[in-house]
């Protein structure tokens, strides 16, 4: 397992690399390159501006996340076909640095979605929200206005230039089918898988979060038999699955360490975060603790091991704790205490491996 942190850049991070250092086995940053609209290609210029500036720090930059997908590209429209045109270049300009996996959705409209983004716990630290009675009510531009106007902190995934166009955006969706979309995602790995195994780059697809339909959208990457279907699409190793335990584990139907098992070969870039899931649908982000939630932290990180993972691993969304002004689920506190507990599992398998051995 090779630990990664999410690292949103010079000057857009409260977080700074020489804090990241100071947390022990972080090997490199997860990056990208926020400023650059949504299909453009990424300019050689400034990837090689945050190549140098993390090899500073000693850190590697093979994980991006996210390269993200134009909406044309969801849709099937007839401009798709210039939008992965720039995705490809993006891909080769990102393998001239060295990068080896490329995080990515397929989630229309929104990416990741919540309700309060400082709801408190017990302890009195504060974890990102969603409420299922308030998303059935709320409407899309409301919920807009809640998350995307953050004054000190860009929000990934809810990129500006993207949601000025909402209302036309749910008007092309409106009758776009689950069916659709396994189409249009089949014919965009196509199209790249073969660009990503040319330059030895792995595409980890990011599952939908939350794993169901939110304003009648349609989502796909939601649970096992998906995954299967996914990997099936373009069956090539190049092809596979950024696993992540926080979004697959609000389900409560979801195994996520049986999923580390069946799809080990096909995994590059695991998060590993815990939620707590309640019994009318709400779930909230907690410490990384398994008892602290509802999924089962170790028995993910058990899986991993007895498979011999040696991709790449981040904590994901954290508590914001001990006061900590940050961008919502990105603070340093909880996803350093984050590692800190999965190296704790982790070393304490290969201890149990080598006295069995």
């Known amino acids: 397992m090779r ?40 300019p ?11 090899e500073h720090y000693g850190f590697n930059i093979d994980v991006v996340e996210s390269v993200n ?22 891909i080769e300009n990102l393998a001239s640095v060295g990068v080896k996996v490329i995080c990515y959705n397929f989630m229309p409209v929104f990416d990741w979605i919540r309700t309060d983004l400082y709801k408190e716990l017990e302890d009195g630290s504060t974890a990102l929200f969603y409420e ?39 008007e092309a969706y409106k009758h776009v089918t689950e069916e659709d979309l396994w189409n249009n995602l089949h014919y965009f790995l196509e199209q790249i898988i073969p660009v990503a195994e040319a330059n030895y780059i792995r595409m980890a697809i ?13 989502r796909i990457i939601t649970n096992r038999e998906n995954i299967r279907r996914l990997l099936k699409l373009v069956d090539n190793p190049y092809h ?45 982000e907690t410490s990384h603790r398994t008892r602290d939630g509802s999924v089962d932290i170790y028995d993910i990180v058990k ?34 205490l984050g590692i800190m507990y999965l190296w704790g599992i982790w070393d304490t398998l290969e201890r149990l491996q080598k006295e069995r051995a």
């Open 303 to 336: 899986a991993y091991h007895e498979n011999g993972f040696t991709g790449y691993a981040r904590p994901d969304h954290g508590r914001h704790i001990w006061n900590e002004e940050c961008r919502p689920g990105y603070g340093l506190y909880d996803r350093a």
């Open 240 to 284: 596979g699955v950024t696993l992540c335990s926080g979004s697959l584990g609000a389900n409560p139907n979801n195994n996520i360490a049986e999923m580390v098992r069946e799809f080990a070969d096909r995994i590059p870039f695991a998060h590993i975060r815990n939620v707590r899931v309640y019994d009318n649908g709400d779930f909230i």
């Open 206 to 218: 990011h599952p939908d979060d939350p794993p169901w339909s939110v304003f009648g959208l349609p």
């Open 132 to 170: 299922k009675a308030k998303l059935e009510q709320i409407d899309p531009m409301e919920l807009v206005h809640q998350i995307a106007d953050n004054p000190k902190f860009t929000i990934p995934g809810w990129e500006p230039e993207r949601l000025a166009y909402l209302s036309q955006l749910f």
């Open 3 to 42: 630990m990664v942190f999410r690292w949103f850049g010079e000057g857009n991070d409260h977080v700074s690399l020489d804090q990241i250092k100071q947390i022990p086995g972080v090997e490199g940053i997860v990056w990208a390159l926020h400023d650059v609209p949504v299909g453009e290609e990424w």
């Open 44 to 54: 050689m210029d400034k990837i090689i501006e945050v190549k140098n500036h993390a």
């Open 69 to 90: 997908v134009h909406e044309d590209i969801k849709l099937g429209l007839p401009t798709r076909d210039q939008y992965i045109e720039n995705y490809k270049k993006t």
